[in-house]
């Protein structure tokens, strides 16, 4: 291992996925690739919170079925969210019979996730692992900006919190796309401190690891 | 090359490359929808006038406030406001209706957590400065005040 970059041996593959995206989301470009698209934020539930967990645990079911695996072979979930103690991640690995593992990324959180599976699957110490990542407008901007409510204006740099689930499921056997290598990144702060603008704040990292 | 001469010389480039508000659409904006909520206050006060003779003229102001105080609260809960204040700025959020407001929309986002814990918690969570500062400077006007009456 020369740098951060870690080649895999047996190259797990992800052999079924699945995303579910809010309304917003639903009218956008890439309508036609999601799996389902909710009807209204609140997908059902009291609480944007709450809907949160139920598109996690959507997400998790929808790709462990179109793997074709039976949830009894699932051996680990490696999920994440960008809410206060992952919370949405771990309530949901409630409904699931298998082992936890959280992990927390903000934006990197789904490759952060594959990246730690394929390294558990790619050892052998795992067979079939289920990763999750999840993100709802509605909570992650109560919980690092304004309600939703207040009449202030968004600056043109701001960016839109993704409403959506999206999970994929890596093995050791089977048929898919592979996960040949992975880097961890390092932390990179170039003292960008506007809130409204986190693509000036990200760039950087971008620029010293390289694509 | 030293970390913060580093930060400094990137902010400086992100501040050149970001796209920036334009000034004058939004400036307009927010002077008209301003202007148009303080009309609104003047016609509801003199209308106050008009209707109950006995009001006294400061009464009628604190009855106005009131008034406007009510009708943006009632805009937020039902989701107008923040679609106003979007378009407006500064115009909907420097009157009074801007303060209410500001109270009203963190009450409604956690009332999901509770009545005590959820609503009255956060309720100042963006006014509480305002309040603050304007009970402080009250209390020291105030104390000006006191002194300069003890010497004139």
């Not at chain 1, 389902?36 to 944007?48: A, Q, R, S």
Request: net charge positive; aromatic share 12%.
């Amino acid at each position: 291992m020369k740098n951060d970059t870690i080649r895999f041996k047996r190259q797990p593959k992800i052999i079924g996925s699945y995303s579910i995206v809010g309304p917003k989301e639903g009218q956008g470009n890439f309508k036609d690739y999601f799996d389902y698209i909710m009807k209204n934020d609140l997908f059902g539930e009291k609480t944007f919170e709450k809907a949160e967990r139920k598109m996690i645990e959507t997400a998790i079911t929808g790709a462990i079925q179109k793997s074709k695996l039976g949830m009894k072979d699932i051996n680990l979930l490696v999920a994440g969210d960008l809410l206060n103690q992952i919370i949405s991640s771990s309530y949901a690995a409630r409904a699931f019979n298998f082992p936890y593992l959280g992990v927390y990324g903000a934006c990197s959180t789904m490759a952060e996730s594959i990246a730690v599976a394929s390294t558990l699957v790619d050892g052998g110490y795992f067979e079939n692992v289920v990763c999750c990542t999840a993100s709802h407008f509605s909570t992650a901007e109560r919980q690092y900006r304004f309600p939703l409510e207040l009449g202030n204006q968004r600056p043109p740099v701001s960016q839109w919190t993704v409403t959506g689930a999206g999970s994929c499921v890596l093995s050791q056997k089977g048929k898919g796309p592979r996960v040949t290598m992975a880097t961890f990144g390092k932390v990179i702060d170039w003292g960008v401190v506007d809130v409204n603008n986190m693509g000036a704040a990200m760039a950087p990292k971008m620029a010293i690891i390289g694509p | 090359m030293d970390i913060k001469e580093r930060n400094k010389a990137y902010n400086k480039y992100v501040n050149a490359k970001i796209p920036k508000t334009r000034p004058w659409p939004t400036l307009f904006n927010s002077f008209w929808v301003g202007g148009l909520i303080c009309l609104i206050g003047q016609g509801i006060n003199d209308l106050i006038l008009y209707l109950f003779p006995n009001v006294s003229e400061s009464s009628a102001w604190a009855y106005t406030l009131i008034v406007l105080i009510f009708l943006a609260s009632l805009l937020t809960g039902i989701g107008v406001y923040d679609k106003i204040g979007r378009f407006a700025g500064g115009g909907t959020i420097v009157p009074i209706t801007g303060f209410s407001n500001s109270i009203t929309s963190p009450s409604v986002e956690f009332k999901s957590e509770g009545i005590i814990y959820g609503i009255c918690v956060k309720m100042f969570t963006i006014a509480g400065p305002v309040i603050v500062f304007g009970v402080l400077s009250s209390a020291l006007v105030g104390l000006i005040y006191y002194i300069i009456y003890l010497f004139v």
